[in-house]
């Protein structure tokens, strides 16, 4: 498989995008990979890149997006930080990806057992990860069940795993209400945003409607 050019990016949609890394982590989850011979994606990408999606995930060791997605050198902008979540430079990225550099697809990537996501739940303080873990707070709050102060905690895997789900939400209407660029790209129909949480247990990510 080549890498891409402007000319197969340009024949892109943003639901061929997306279907794309759908197929892509259908291949991962059966341990096949496309045919890709990276040195020469490496030459071929060297005077410019075409990617056709950007995706915001977690700094997590075991979700390294182009892997998971079975993409290769020039296909996907990666944004990692920890708990995937968003603010102004990460914004900026997701913005340079898509409005100058002509990805089709923002996915949001969370994923299970997210360490991150666990240090919320357990209000932990150390450095500067207070300020980034109180950003995954609203997701741990918006999580009403259980009730029980000692059930919300990051012990609890199914509650993580909810607030997973609702950080990915949280964070993808944080992009529609803090980047005008991105909500006209989406209405205009040139991209789609869209959620997904990943499985570290069985390598299969879950698109969310």
């Known amino acids: 498989m080549k890498a891409h050019t402007k000319e197969t990016q340009s024949t ?11 197929e892509g982590n259908e291949r991962f989850q059966k341990n096949l990979k ?19 999606a950007v995706v915001l995930s977690c700094i997590d060791s075991r979700v390294p997006a182009e892997l998971v997605f079975d993409q290769g050198i020039g296909d996907i902008f990666s944004v990692r930080v920890a708990g995937n979540i968003v603010n102004d430079d ?23 057992a997210c360490g991150a996501v666990k240090g919320a739940c357990d209000d932990v303080k150390l450095g500067n990860i207070t300020t980034l873990l109180s950003k995954i707070k609203p997701a741990v709050n918006a999580v009403k069940e259980p009730t029980e102060a000692a059930n919300r905690v990051g012990s609890n895997s199914k509650f993580v795993d909810e607030v997973v789900h609702k950080n990915v939400e949280i964070s993808m209407n944080e992009i529609r209400e803090k980047s005008a660029v991105l909500t006209e790209m989406e209405n205009n129909n040139e991209i789609v945003i869209v959620g997904a949480v990943y499985n570290v247990s069985s390598g299969k990510i879950e698109f969310l409607d």
């Open 34 to 52: 496309a045919n890709r011979n990276l040195l020469e994606q490496v030459n071929d990408t060297s005077k410019g890149q075409f990617p056709f």
């Open 90 to 112: 990460i914004l900026g990225s997701i913005e340079y990806g898509c409005k100058v550099a002509g990805s089709l697809a923002v996915i949001v990537l969370g994923h299970t």
């Open 12 to 22: 892109m949609t943003p639901q061929k995008a997306l279907q794309f890394l759908k």
